[in-house]
């Protein structure tokens, strides 16, 4: 039988300990703390939506979308940012993420004609890289970033969770960055 995910924005203190959670159970290098109180306090404020899916009543990951981007590419041009798409290793593969795209794409539509990414360079980033493609997102042409600044050629940075190569989607246009 497949599992349905029932997706909603985070709107409940328990939610955010629920995340933070389960974030500390499946990922080694996650390290607990304030983070998932202050995104629910962000969603209240009216500056991020954050999605939670759930899979017969258990957490399956989240995603962001943050009206103000850090980056300042999409900052610069008032484009909203999905951010830190995360989908549990066991629900992996059920479509989850597309749909919390699909949802996200919907929200920024009504903001933007344009929402943009980043996705990371090494090999666990492949299917990000894969699905954002499949998806319509093109290069934004500012080429790759450390840390949220040009990486210029010759330079030395650490190829880790920070170096990203920034995407857009045009919204208005589907298919056309």
Not at 6 to 34: C, M
Not at 78 to 89: K, M, S
Not at 129 to 147: E, P, T
Request: aromatic residues 10%.
């Amino acid at each position: 039988m497949a599992q349905e995910a029932v997706i909603r924005q985070l709107a409940e203190e328990g939610e955010a300990h629920d995340l933070n959670a389960a974030f500390s159970k499946t990922y080694p290098w996650y390290r607990p703390g304030d983070y998932y109180a202050r995104c629910l306090e962000e969603n209240r404020q009216g500056l991020r939506i954050t999605l939670i899916p759930r899979v017969d009543g258990n957490l399956a990951g989240c995603c962001h979308l943050l009206y103000r981007s850090d980056y300042p590419g999409f900052a610069e041009a008032g484009i909203p940012e999905i951010n830190a798409l995360d989908v549990f290793p066991p629900y992996r593969r059920l479509g989850i993420a597309s749909r919390m795209l699909q949802e996200l794409e919907d929200i920024a539509s009504l903001s933007s004609p344009y929402v943009g990414l980043g996705v990371g360079l090494y090999r666990d980033y492949g299917p990000a890289q894969i699905l954002y493609a499949k998806r319509g997102y093109v290069s934004d042409g500012l080429g790759i970033m450390y840390k949220n600044r040009t990486v210029a050629p010759g330079q030395t940075v650490t190829v880790d969770d920070e170096l990203l190569l920034y995407l857009i989607k045009n919204l208005a246009r589907p298919g056309l960055g």
